[in-house]
T-cell receptor
Framework: GNSVTQMEGPVTLSEEAFLTINCTYT??????LFWYVQYPGEGLQLLLK?????DKGSNKGFEATYRKETTSFHLEKGSVQVSDSAVYFC???????????????FGQGTILTVHP | DTEVTQTPKHLVMGMTNKKSLKCEQH?????MYWYKQKAKKPPELMFV???????INESVPSRFSPECPNSSLLNLHLHALQPEDSALYLC??????????????FGEGSWLTVV
């Protein structure tokens, strides 16, 4: 079955530091890949996505590239802010040809804390 | 506009109560979902509705009863819950079909406390 392995946290950074959160996956076919962010006390927000190999998703200064050869979708940001403090979830959704289509498989989540 | 609206935001209920969580989307999505999330954990899928029909039930106890009155609305009826059912309940929706990578959009969630 599908699985997502996400870098364990928590991750603590100073403002303006570089951020990488690693995410690797196991899936058959051609899944879509997502990063969701959950701010304290809130629901999940879609941060970015990529639907095919070599696609780069980007939003709010965050980027992730769909690497099929390494089955990875690492999240990066060049300069984090205090307001980026949240839990980040990597997730995949199976392709249209599979039984897991439309179902999200999540990683365990990474807690990010950014200090001033 | 990608918006899934959930009510209520907070709910406290006794173990003998009957209550409902409500979810609405106006994005024309034909798949709707209920997820349960415990603190600091990833969401767990409970139910999936596709074209207003229940397509996936992830072996959820019968004290949780979903309902999809139409393509925009999704309810979760709650009865005889246990304290361990206290969690954040997330509604989500997505298109069906591969054009948009079946992106799933979540609501803000309903915080449920069972006392």
């Amino acid at each position: 079955g599908n699985s997502v392995t996400q870098m364990e946290g928590p991750v603590t950074l100073s403002e303006e530091a570089f951020l990488t959160i690693n995410c690797t996956y196991t899936a058959t076919g051609y899944p879509s890949l997502f990063w969701y962010v959950q701010y304290p006390g809130e629901g999940l927000q879609l941060l970015l996505k990529a639907t095919k190999a070599d696609d780069k998703g980007s939003n709010k200064g965050f980027e992730a590239t769909y690497r099929k050869e390494t089955t990875s979708f690492h999240l990066e940001k060049g300069s984090v802010q205090v307001s980026d403090s949240a839990v980040y979830f990597c997730a995949l959704s199976g392709d249209a040809g599979g039984t897991s289509y439309g179902k999200l498989t999540f990683g365990q989540g990474t807690i990010l804390t950014v200090h001033p | 506009d990608t918006e899934v609206t959930q009510t209520p935001k907070h709910l406290v209920m006794g173990m003998t109560n009957k209550k409902s969580l409500k979810c609405e989307q106006h994005m024309g999505h034909r798949a709707m979902y209920w997820y349960k999330q415990k603190a600091k954990k990833p969401p767990e899928l409970m139910f999936v509705y596709s074209y207003e029909k229940l397509s996936i039930n992830e072996s959820v106890p019968s004290r949780f009863s979903p309902e999809c009155p139409n393509s925009s609305l999704l309810n979760l009826h709650l009865h005889a819950l246990q304290p361990e059912d206290s969690a954040l309940y997330l509604c989500a929706s997505s298109q069906l079909g591969g054009l948009f990578g079946n992106t799933i959009y979540f609501g803000e969630g309903s915080w449920l406390t069972v006392v």
